[in-house]
């Protein structure tokens, strides 16, 4: 069973990428980053995704790589985001 510390420090990393992703996708879609800026600000949220939680890159490609993906497309037309595990269609 779970000790409520880990839980309550599990609740933080959620909030802490919760705000990372909201900050990055309102960078992305209300600044006049580049496409590749942008493509470069989602692998430093992946990257702060999987330090807080090591060994969940799949739950990050599968819950928040089709909303960046659908954010950046709106902006920058098809964009690959080539290398990550998630299939593009």
Do not use: C, N
Not at 20 to 43: F, K, M, N, S, Y
Not at 53 to 72: C, S, T, V
């Amino acid at each position: 069973m779970a000790t409520l510390e880990a839980l309550e420090e599990e609740d933080r990393h959620v909030r802490q990428l919760r705000t990372v992703v909201q900050l990055a996708l309102g960078a992305i879609a209300q600044t006049d980053l580049g496409p590749a800026e942008a493509e470069r600000l989602v692998a430093a949220v992946r990257g702060t995704a999987l330090r807080l939680f090591p060994g969940k890159e799949l739950a990050f490609d599968l819950i928040y790589l089709p909303r960046f993906r659908r954010l950046l497309a709106e902006r920058y037309g098809p964009v690959s985001l080539s290398g990550w595990s998630v299939d593009e269609s």
